[in-house]
């Protein structure tokens, strides 16, 4: 869809309404897991919150709940279209990706696709990170059902993966908050073209205007 | 649609976690035995306290089976020695320090796995309360309980009687803080974490061994570190 605007930068539609609904959906979760999991987690933040056993309730509901909208949005006909169309993209790489995460965006050469290749990682990084940190959730929720040695390696794989999670999700926010365009796009759906052909000039030219359309 | 070619990377890197992960459960236990062998000397001298947020590196972590770290009045908070006893006891904080003082310095090893190396302890041994009571004949364990209102404990007399175990009312070189059992908790120095019962105020003689919260849920009554609960950990 491009749509000219009456400052000659015309609109191009980077996220659907089923893929926005998605993400709010997503972050939503996301940071309700990540700041109950620091009350449980933190002895300081546990001392200050109280309300323990409400808080775990409220952890362990939002992390079942967690993969629901993504399995709705990805089984659903047209409303998951332009997402299963987006997982397609972040999960592919080609030569431009590599350079580009190389040299950390810097070499213009890389000429990007709808996602540079730190979405990508991002992407894939919270993808593999929400069944891990479910499975193991449900083993620390079930302990009766496994083997101590399960739970206690439960546990610690469900704290590291908590730090990187809060890690990779705060650094998503900084480079959100750092790139108002991109933030918007999250939004109201469509980046201007300018940011478009800076940021990801190869979907530009190949990509938006055919499977947008 | 001219959706982009290349290698499946995203795919690789899930499938990869998935793996990582799988593995992290089966061998957490492993890695995290030698993890914390590296990083407990790192956090202890840490004038910042920031790498107590690192997993396993030599921290407390503070578990309550209740809504919150309950609290008490110190100055009317009593433990009371009822049950088989020729003298059913009710102590003060004061009646407690004015008993002969125990100093313990050793670990505290939680079944999670994380273990607190060389803690300072100070508190009365429990057989010379149980002495001052009088066990009757007949009686062969305790049962333990906790102001939270839930948790519970237990242990027989001959464990109970081991020089290793003591009603505490110093930890970490000063008072029991709250939200570590304060005013008074358990110190089962032989036995993992959840025999030390936390928020102590009463011990009930009896003449079997009635299993606490956390035996109802799964952990071994008898809880040496090392020789229980299927772990392997070197005794305290």
């Known amino acids: ?213 | 649609m001219a959706v982009e070619q290349g290698t499946p990377v995203g795919r690789r890197i899930v499938l990869g976690m998935l793996g990582l992960g799988a593995g992290g459960v089966l061998l957490g236990r492993r890695v995290q035995g030698w993890l914390q062998n590296v990083t407990t000397p790192i956090a202890a001298h840490d004038p910042t306290g920031l790498s107590q947020l690192i997993p396993v590196a030599g921290g407390f972590r503070l578990y309550t089976v209740t809504d919150s770290f309950p609290s008490t009045n110190s100055a009317t908070w009593r433990l009371k020695v009822t049950g088989m006893v020729d003298h059913p006891l009710s102590l003060s904080l004061e009646d407690l320090k004015a008993m002969p003082a125990t100093q313990l310095v050793k670990d505290f090893q939680c079944v999670t796995g994380w273990r607190v190396q060389g803690v300072h302890w100070t508190g009365v041994l429990l057989s010379d309360i149980l002495h001052r009571a009088g066990v009757k004949p007949g009686a062969s364990a305790l049962a333990f309980h906790s102001f939270d209102g839930a948790d519970t404990e237990s242990l027989t007399l001959d464990q109970a009687r081991r020089p290793d175990v003591i009603v505490a009312y110093e930890m970490l070189g000063a008072p029991v803080t709250r939200e570590h059992g304060g005013p008074v908790r358990l110190y089962v120095a032989p036995m993992y974490g959840y025999k030390s019962l936390k928020w102590l105020d009463g011990i009930e003689v009896t003449n079997q061994v009635i299993p606490g919260y956390w035996e109802q849920n799964g952990y071994d009554v008898d809880a040496w570190i090392g020789r229980s609960n299927g772990r392997d950990d070197k005794p305290v």
């Open chain 1, 1 to 213: 869809m491009v749509a000219t605007t009456s400052r000659s930068d015309t609109r191009v539609l980077r996220f659907d309404l089923g893929e926005r609904v998605l993400h709010w959906a997503n972050a939503a979760l996301m940071l309700t897991l990540l700041l109950t999991g620091a009350a449980l987690y933190v002895p300081q933040l546990s001392e200050i919150v109280k309300r323990r056993h409400l808080v775990e309730q409220v952890h362990v509901w939002a992390g079942v709940l967690l993969p629901v909208p993504l399995l709705l949005t990805v089984l659903s006909g047209p409303w998951g279209r332009a997402f299963r169309a987006d997982a397609r993209r972040l999960n592919r790489w080609n030569a431009d990706d590599r350079l580009w995460l190389r040299t950390r965006g810097r070499d213009r050469r890389a000429r990007v696709g709808k996602f540079n290749a730190g979405q990508k990682l991002n992407a894939a990084f919270v993808a593999g990170a929400i069944p891990v940190m479910l499975a193991t959730g449900l083993i620390m929720h079930f302990p009766r059902h496994f083997p101590l040695a399960w739970r206690t390696g439960a546990t610690f794989v469900h704290d590291w993966v908590f730090i990187a999670l809060a890690v990779v999700v705060a650094g998503h926010i900084v480079f959100a908050v750092n790139d108002p365009l991109a933030l918007r796009a999250m939004f109201r759906g469509w980046v201007p073209e300018s940011w478009a052909r800076r940021h990801a000039p190869r979907w530009l030219e190949e990509d938006a205007p055919t499977t947008d359309g």
